[in-house]
């Protein structure tokens, strides 16, 4: 949960910061340019939007509260509506990077210093989890389904006409992505295939610095 929260954190931060550099000020003057997570709680979606689906025994969705944003304040709309929209995306590709960089920190250090090997293989086993959801976030953030972010982008590759009609499926963007995730969810497995396979590919480049006691502290 550690993990998660500052991921998705990191994700609404990167796309308020990003708007900033854009020309956009509205998240700084919302005060949601923080680290601080109550900032960021939703009711609906980071609490009782989980909560129903799990007493549903439905695909469990939840979130962060999506950073305000005003579009026309971007020096260049188009650009900057594409930047911000991966800003996010971009961050939990940074973090999963550096945890696999924490992995091997972690592992040097408790072979130097055995005594931190408990406490180190915690450490380690959270990074382990960091490379696999921040990719997850990653691609499920980038599935074409508006309002998450890969719809911003698809949007720019669609005529007007369509970009328009596609653009107001925002409205009941999380209701299909409920029903995609309930109906069809071999779909978003093989979406998502590619974020556990790279999070192996990444782990296993340092698997010999992975601590023995890691492992205990991992999902089985």
Not at 30 to 40: D, E, M, Q
Not at 53 to 69: E, M, S
Not at 143 to 149: E, G, Q, S, T
Not at 177 to 201: D, G, K, Q, S
Request: charged share 10%; glycine share 8%.
């Amino acid at each position: 949960m550690p993990v998660l929260l500052f991921s998705v954190i990191a994700h609404e931060y990167a796309h308020g910061y990003a708007a900033l550099k854009q020309g956009d000020d509205t998240a700084l003057m919302l005060g949601r340019l923080t680290w601080n997570p109550v900032k960021h709680i939703d009711p609906f979606m980071t609490i009782l939007l989980p909560i129903v689906l799990w007493i549903a025994h439905a695909p469990i969705l939840g979130g962060a509260k999506p950073v305000p944003v005003t579009p026309r304040k971007y020096r260049n709309f188009k650009r900057g509506d594409i930047i911000v929209s991966l800003a996010g995306v971009a961050t939990n590709l940074v973090i999963g990077v550096l945890c696999v960089g924490l992995i091997a920190l972690c592992g040097l250090l408790g072979r130097v210093m055995p005594t931190l090997d408990t406490s180190l293989g915690i450490l380690q086993a959270m990074m382990m989890l960091g490379v696999q959801l921040n990719l997850i976030l990653v691609l499920f953030n980038l599935i074409p389904i508006p309002p998450l972010d890969g719809s911003h982008v698809m949007k720019y590759l669609m005529p007007a006409s369509w970009a328009f009609r596609y653009a107001q499926l925002s409205r009941a963007g999380l209701a299909v992505l409920i029903a995609v995730m309930y109906l069809a969810p071999r779909a978003l497995e093989f979406w998502l295939w590619p974020a556990f396979h790279a999070t192996n590919v990444m782990i296993s480049a340092v698997d010999g610095t992975i601590l023995p006691t890691t492992f205990q502290w991992l999902p089985r």
